[in-house]
């Protein structure tokens, strides 16, 4: 199993940045691959961003391309999502997921790992 730790979220202005990060822990000995979800109140979780194991390959919904960017460092067993040009409609609780396998997949329903969620708020 994979144990999942979401880091970075908080209050920012419209316009500003913010990098949140996961870091995995537990059997990270294989290939895994991990996504950024997020969800509002009231609506469902949505699919953000994916990176597969050998971050090769990357996908982002596109309501954030050109804003947001999904990294990971395989050392630190850690993903990163830099979150830039920040809108209000960003505002949610962000969480990470993995998947064993190296294919980086949009569905959340793909993922089996999660963290507890971090949560970002964008003011107008």
């Known amino acids: 199993q994979v144990q999942l730790v979401e880091s970075g979220g908080g209050l920012v202005q419209a316009g500003g940045s913010l990098r949140l990060s996961c870091a995995a822990s537990g059997r990270t000995d294989t290939s895994y691959a991990m996504g950024w979800f997020r969800q509002a109140p009231g609506k469902e979780r949505e699919f953000v961003a994916a990176?597969?194991?050998?971050?090769?390959?990357?996908y982002n919904a596109d309501s954030v391309k050109g804003r947001f960017t999904i990294s990971r460092e395989k050392a630190k067993n850690t993903v990163y999502l830099q979150m830039n040009s920040l809108k209000p409609v960003d505002t949610g609780v962000y969480y990470c997921?993995?998947?064993?396998?190296?294919?980086?997949?949009?569905?959340?329903?793909?993922?089996?790992?999660w963290g507890q969620g971090t949560q970002v708020t964008v003011s107008s």
């Open positions: 997921a993995a998947r064993y396998g190296s294919s980086a997949l949009a569905s959340r329903y793909d993922y089996d790992y």
């Open positions: 990176i597969s194991w050998s971050a090769a390959t990357i």
